[in-house]
């Protein structure tokens, strides 16, 4: 069983930055894929970005290339996804969730929330002109 507490949503005018952070609680430590969401009003829910945690190893959605990075610390307990040059289109409720790898090799997450059995109650963000 995992457990996600997403933080660090808030507002934010274009052009700023935000980072937000995801506490992941397991009961024992396996190799998983966690991976940051997002979902607009009115539109379907799109992965941004990718954490292999063991290796970590990480996949970005062509929208969000060259503005955010994800990255864990060293209890990989938590999974922070830093978001800069934000654009009005990053706009929307951004949820943490994980998927132990021998499920599905973790590239394959951003394309498919289905793999996900674990997810956060999410964290909203607002980018404003």
């Known amino acids: 069983q995992v457990q996600l507490v997403e933080s660090g949503g808030g507002s934010v005018q274009a052009g700023g930055s935000l980072r937000l952070s995801c506490e992941v609680s397991r009961v024992t430590y396996k190799a998983d894929c966690v991976t940051w969401f997002r979902q607009a009003p009115g539109k379907e829910r799109e992965g941004v970005a990718t954490?292999?945690?063991?290796?970590?190893?990480?996949y970005y959605a062509d929208s969000v290339k060259g503005r955010f990075t994800i990255s864990q610390d060293n209890t990989k307990n938590f999974v922070y996804l830093q978001m800069n040059s934000l654009k009005i289109e990053d706009t929307g409720m951004y949820y943490c969730?994980?998927?132990?790898?021998?499920?599905?090799?973790?590239?394959?997450?951003?394309?498919?929330?289905?793999?996900?059995?674990?997810w956060g109650r999410g964290t909203q963000v607002t980018v404003s002109p």
């Open positions: 969730a994980d998927y132990e790898l021998w499920r599905y090799p973790c590239y394959q997450g951003l394309a498919n929330p289905k793999n996900f059995p674990y």
């Open positions: 954490l292999a945690t063991e290796v970590a190893k990480t």
